[in-house]
């Protein structure tokens, strides 16, 4: 069997040093659409070094570019063809905010394995901490077809309910038809969204945009319109990939403002393809916020 569980589960977490540079952070920023327009004091402080914020979702390219996912195809007891991968969803605790440079020890592990039948899910465990104590925790949900049914643990079956009642912002986003090849640049190189070819052996009619791209603009859209443009008070943030985006869509962004959860707010979120009849592309997505 190409995923041995009990071997993935035990083996030893990976450990390294990161860094990262306000080059870096600014890259990924236009990665995920920043800097239009490009003088617009609110683009800026994504975009200009001498005001830099560092947008979260960040973390998940910090230093390493995509360690969830590439990463986690290459621990013990994993042995999967890349074309029947694809990123399942992603979990983002902030414990504080991500400094513009920094240093950090980032360590990964396996830390569930589900057998969903036809497919093996993987939840690849980031944390990183620098010399001030925790950073952030990533888990990315690592989606792997063909690859169930050996009558594992299936999982957590149980999914928030869909929001209700008339969303407090839709949003438009229009995606670049380069959208893929500049946010790759930030270190996921899977060639699924830049090689037509490649593209066709896992089922796509070409290359699709990365789930994580999609990710970024949507918590972008969440705390550019409803948290003031304060990247500071985004605490943790979910979502499960519903559907694939290509490179010149639009994405259309629902939000809901939600009662808060003990001194959080919460924001819920969905995100559709308009030009496919708003097809699912992000579900059970919830933004906590203080």
């Not at 860094?19 to 920023?29: E, F, N, P, R, S």
């Not at 621990?75 to 991968?85: E, I, K, T, Y």
């Amino acid at each position: 069997m190409p995923i041995d569980e009990a071997s993935a589960l035990a083996a030893e977490p990976r450990t390294g040093e990161i860094t990262w540079t306000a080059k870096d952070v600014q890259l990924y920023h236009l990665g995920i659409g920043a800097g239009i327009p490009a003088t617009d004091p609110d683009e800026l402080r994504y975009t200009l070094e001498s005001r830099l914020h560092v947008l979260p979702s960040f973390a998940t390219v910090a230093g390493a570019g995509s360690p969830g996912v590439i990463s986690g195809l290459s621990m013990p007891g994993v042995d999967v063809d890349l074309a029947r991968v694809l990123h399942g969803g992603q979990a983002l605790t902030i414990h504080r905010p991500i400094p513009a440079e920094g240093r950090a020890t980032s360590t990964s592990r396996i830390a569930a394995v589900y057998d969903k039948g036809k497919a093996a899910v993987l939840v690849m465990r980031t944390e990183a901490a620098d010399s001030d104590g925790p950073l952030w925790t990533n888990d990315a949900q690592i989606f792997v077809r063909g690859e169930g049914g050996w009558g594992g643990d299936r999982g957590p079956s149980a999914r928030p309910a869909a929001p209700t009642g008339e969303p407090a912002r839709v949003v438009e986003r229009p995606i670049r038809e380069d959208q893929a090849l500049l946010y790759r640049l930030s270190g996921d190189w899977n060639p699924l969204h830049a090689d037509p070819e490649f593209a066709k052996l896992a089922g796509f009619e070409r290359p699709i945009l990365h789930g994580l791209c999609t990710y970024g603009m949507t918590l972008k859209t969440v705390v550019d319109t409803l948290l003031g443009g304060d990247v500071t008070r985004v605490r943790a943030y979910a979502t499960r990939f519903a559907g694939v985006v290509y490179p010149g869509e639009t994405l259309r962004i629902r939000m809901w403002r939600q009662g808060a959860q003990g001194s959080q707010g919460v924001v819920r979120v969905t995100v559709g393809a308009v030009e496919r009849g708003d097809a699912p592309v992000l579900a059970d997505t919830i933004v906590e916020h203080s």
